[in-house]
């Protein structure tokens, strides 16, 4: 009778067991020392070897010749354990046998010795299902049993397990195996059943388990039945996962902003009978992948998924930032949580999809962001000599100004030089506007506006749109509308370029202060100069008319709490 490879290929002995190094060696050794507890108390996820170790545990106890504390596998005791007609070794399913009766019953038997063996053991299998009742009965001789008793207990659950219990027990917690482990094993087994596996193939299976031995040899149980060599591709098509090609092509248009390719591809797959959770899960799991392997190329390989291989992965993320896909995964995840609640679940999907292909759907922080990136990224390359929103055309005379400036005051022009050019040149206009000015001159901002932006990329220079600077005692202070535009303006690209074109203008050294407020009224002497900088200021949002449409997106995002500078 044909037997299954995971019950075929059980570990008869320590050695056998794989990945649990550090809980074999020690049950190892207490038997050798003849230090075994009483109780025992195996923790684990599935398929890493609990009950195998508590089979192991009880031959090593009970054999007749044990071989430096494992058992030899030979004698009547350790082959009768094998078989299972041992009667001093019972193994119980606390998720069928969980009631107070059956635990009352165990626990009257167990006070008699051993019938053939040397100790009486009970392996008790998912006993963090046993009642409250039940786990009280059974504390008071796991607590004081009698020497020829040895209880194991073994759970997926250990936080339902009673500190009453676990307080009494010697508690090992079994780890997932690693995928470089789970591959040799598989592919020692391959070669002894004469299965053609590949190493890409073991791979796969590897990954696909879990961390769980028996789930990956259940894998290859399945797989055998294929025609010719297994590999990579032979094991998707058995397991019925060709599927990920499809997610693989999905996110590969994701990642190329092809909305139209994305949209009509997920129609595609709805029509083919693809559930729509099930494909963004599948997307979303591909998505933290490449966010793995792209936050640790090396070491984060052991923690894939094993549904696409590590070559397919690299490519497809290699031009792509850690910011996209942490946003990705992020957007995947919150979609698919959202989902089982949803109306309609396939438009959720596919306004999902939007969101994932352009970022400035998002409507967050994050698409405000992306929007200012992309005009940075579009912005016109203009030599960094001259200021951005300069026009290369000739200077245009102002108009006269309705009451004529004050005396004493000259009406500040932008110049067509650079602002970084020697005093005798760039300088004396500005200067004089600024050592003539009354104390207190907000006026003098409106001069200087256009020196400032063109020295500031667009996503710093929007926000002088919303502040207001007055110049007292050697000293700009900058009134913000709100401490989002302060704190925009609070860094030290900015400040710098406040500083060092307020001061060349002035001739002397300006420290720069950032306030929240509005700024105080500009006395009448400075009205007229006010509004003879308002033409250059309307030309140069003309000339950019992207600083209009970004400054008008900031106002709206400053409204929202969740802006707060911290």
């Not at 044909?2 to 019950?7: G, K, T």
């Not at 019953?105 to 009742?133: C, G, K, N, W």
Request: proline letters at 5%; charged letters at 25%; glycine letters at 6%.
């Amino acid at each position: 009778m044909y037997q299954a490879l995971y019950r075929k290929w059980r570990p008869r002995t320590f050695d056998e067991v794989v990945g649990q190094a550090h809980i074999t060696d020690t049950l190892r050794r207490q038997v050798a020392e003849g230090r075994t507890a009483h109780a025992y108390l195996f923790t684990g996820t599935r398929g890493t070897g609990k009950t195998t170790c508590a089979r192991i545990l009880a031959k090593a106890i009970n054999c007749l010749d044990p071989q430096d504390g494992a058992p030899c596998c030979r004698c009547e005791a350790c082959r009768s354990i094998d078989e299972g007609r041992a009667l001093d070794v019972t193994e119980l399913d606390a998720a069928s046998n969980n009631g107070v009766d059956q635990v009352r019953a165990l626990r009257e038997e167990a006070v008699y010795t051993p019938s053939v063996l040397q100790r009486r053991v009970y392996i008790i299998d998912e006993v963090h299902m046993l009642s409250t009742a039940a786990f009280n009965a059974l504390l008071k001789i796991l607590e004081e049993p009698p020497e020829h008793l040895l209880f194991i207990l073994a759970t997926t659950e250990l936080h339902k397990v009673p500190a009453t219990i676990l307080s009494r027990c010697q508690r090992f917690a079994f780890k997932r195996i690693l995928p470089r482990d789970m591959e040799r094993q598989l592919l020692h087994i391959a070669r002894a059943e004469g299965i053609a596996l590949t190493d890409d193939g073991a791979e796969i299976l590897a990954r696909m388990a879990n961390g769980a031995l028996r789930d990956a040899l259940s894998l290859l149980d399945q797989c055998r039945v294929a025609e010719g060599t297994l590999d990579s591709s032979a094991v998707l098509d058995v397991l019925g996962l060709a599927g990920s090609v499809q997610t693989m092509d999905l996110m590969r248009l994701v990642l190329d902003r092809d909305t139209a390719g994305v949209l009509a591809l997920f129609d595609k797959l709805y029509r083919g009978g693809k559930d729509v959770a099930a494909a963004l899960g599948e997307l979303s799991d591909l998505g933290r992948d490449l966010t793995i392997l792209k936050a640790a190329p090396e070491g984060g390989a052991a923690l894939l998924s094993g549904l696409y291989d590590r070559k397919t992965l690299l490519e497809l993320g290699r031009d792509e930032s850690m910011r996209r896909f942490l946003y990705l995964t992020a957007t995947l995840q919150a979609c698919c949580a959202a989902l089982p609640d949803s109306f309609h679940p396939r438009t959720d999907a596919e306004l999902c999809l939007l969101k994932l292909c352009d970022e400035t759907l998002s409507g967050d922080l994050l698409g405000l962001t992306e929007r200012v990136a992309r005009l940075e990224q579009g912005a016109p390359r203009q030599p960094s000599a001259r200021p951005l929103h300069v026009r290369q055309e000739p200077r245009r005379e102002e108009p006269p100004l309705p009451d004529g400036p004050a005396e004493g005051e000259r009406v500040f022009d932008v110049p067509d030089e650079p602002v970084r050019q020697p005093k005798a040149t760039a300088a004396p206009k500005a200067a004089t506007a600024l050592e003539t000015a009354s104390a207190g001159d907000a006026a003098l901002w409106d001069r200087l506006i256009n020196q400032y932006k063109g020295r500031l990329p667009v996503n710093h220079r929007v926000f002088l749109n919303m502040a207001r600077g007055v110049v007292q005692d050697d000293v700009l202070t900058v009134y913000c509308s709100n401490d989002f535009v302060r704190g925009s303006l609070d860094n030290g690209d900015v400040l710098s370029v406040l500083q060092e074109v307020t001061s060349a203008a002035a001739g002397r050294p300006v420290r720069v202060v950032l306030t929240v407020g509005k700024a105080p009224e500009p006395p009448a002497a400075s009205a007229g100069a006010q509004n003879s900088a308002s033409p250059a200021r309307e030309a140069a949002r003309q000339t950019d008319p992207r600083e209009d449409r970004l400054s008008e997106l900031v106002k709206n995002a400053s409204q929202l709490d969740h802006f707060k500078i911290k």
